[in-house]
């Protein structure tokens, strides 16, 4: 079945942007649900409880020497992690943690360039950020938070495949694929500078091409594997 999916997030974060991603995590599932061995769906649970653990892996996950509190997307990963497995319950049957920060994501301590919208390594969690940059344009921050969750939600439903890039985090390499084609899961969906009009439109508004849905479906159908 496909996991259930926990929201998680500071207690800074805005109501319309949890919204956002609760309801772009939700466009993703409603494309795989009806392929679901045993008809089986997956939840999504607003988990508001979680405030506290999200701020400790955020505090401890400020990269060093940093003036502005920017995060060690490596670092956070790990501290999910340990978390995640001191539970009793197994690792893939807990809910699918998608943790939404105010922070800006750099990839790890030596390679610090800034992550655009989230990061996912596939088996463990998304990390989206409301740092877009365009808070003040309260449409471009909308469609850059949509995208950045499509885009990290369909790795984890599989988009890992014929890798067009390679990362390491922590002791552990992911191939994740990025799409060729129109397709929120291009590796720069996000950029939206310098669209206007109908370019900025057709951007605002991209989804999973047919290939990378036929792959969601196809992880599915194999009970997610």
Known sequence: MIRPMAVLWESSIKSAD???VTRSIREALDIVAPFAPNNS?????LDYGAESIVSQWVKLSVLKGSSTGEIDATRMYQ???????????PLGEQPFPVIIIDRDLRYSEADRDRVIGG???????????????????????????????????????????????TNVVGDKTYHWKHCGNDCVMRANTLSLTGLTGQALKRAMNCGFCS?????MVAFVKAGGK
């Open 119 to 165: 990061i996912c390594p596939m088996d463990l969690c998304v990390i989206i950020t409301v740092r877009t940059h365009d808070e003040n344009d309260r449409i471009r921050h909308e469609a850059i938070l949509r995208q950045a969750t499509l885009h990290e939600v369909g790795h984890s439903l599989s988009l890992i495949s014929q890798a067009r890039t």
């Open 211 to 215: 290939e990378c849905r036929d792959g």
């Open 18 to 20: 949890i919204h956002i």
């Open 41 to 45: 769906t997956s939840s999504i649970k």
């Open 79 to 89: 501290l999910v992690e340990v978390d995640m497995k001191a539970s009793k319950i």
